[in-house]
T-cell receptor, first 113, second 117 residues
């Protein structure tokens, strides 16, 4: 079955520290991969996406993600977090063009002053 | 950039009444729109896929007679929660894929928070 796993429910990092949020997917082929951020009570904002090509993808707000086919992973990274990065982060996959998106369970990021 | 709006942003209704939520693509046409539901502190779950001019495709476990979807034009899809009950209280989010594009990117609306008393 198609699925997306975000193993970390809640992560707390200090402001200025580096961040890595994990995401794994299950599927035979390479899907389209996304990371979204959601602030409390708000909609989703697309951080970055991977369709093909370079496996290291740069996004907005200083985020990047690396697609590793061998590990079926698409981890999100940021070298130095800011207090404003505190939010819920969702990894998502789309298995074909214009098809439904499947979301992971989300990782809540808290920032320690 | 592509913008998707939802109206209303927040609605409170009495149990047993029906509520209509609109999803509009403001600067592009969307043959396909998607409706998601998000319960507090949970992820988004796809409810249905809305295709312009045809019947919506519902995910398993979603009652099509309770959640009526109409996609009458290329820029508007509506979700009507019929005979709403408190357990229908949730955050409803739509997304849209531009027609004629490569289709990989869905643009999300800001969501509608429904509270059923």
């Amino acid at each position: 079955a198609q699925s997306v796993t975000q193993p970390d429910i809640h992560i707390t990092v200090s402001e200025g520290a580096s961040l890595e949020l994990r995401c794994n997917y299950s599927y035979g082929a390479t899907p389209y991969l996304f990371w979204y951020v959601q602030s409390p009570g708000q909609g989703l904002q697309l951080l970055l996406k991977y369709f093909s090509g370079d496996t290291l993808v740069q996004g907005i707000k200083g985020f990047e993600a690396e697609f590793k086919r061998s590990q079926s992973s698409f981890n999100l990274r940021k070298p130095s977090v800011h207090w404003s990065d505190a939010a819920e982060y969702f990894c998502a996959v789309e298995y074909s063009s214009a098809s439904k998106i499947i979301f992971g369970s989300g990782t809540r990021l808290s920032i320690r002053p | 950039g592509a913008v998707v709006s939802q109206h209303p942003s927040r609605v409170i209704c009495k149990s047993g009444t029906s509520v209509k939520i609109e999803c509009r693509s403001l600067d592009f046409q969307a043959t396909t729109m998607f409706w998601y539901r998000q319960f507090p502190k949970q992820s988004l779950m796809l409810m249905a896929t809305s295709n312009e001019g045809s019947k919506a495709t519902y995910e398993q476990g979603v009652e099509k007679d309770k959640f009526l979807i109409n996609h009458a034009s290329l820029t508007l899809s509506t979700l009507t929660v019929t005979s709403a009950h408190p357990e229908d209280s949730s955050f409803y989010i739509c997304s849209a894929t531009p027609s004629g594009g490569t289709g990989e990117t869905q643009y999300f609306g800001p969501g509608t928070r429904l509270l059923v008393l």
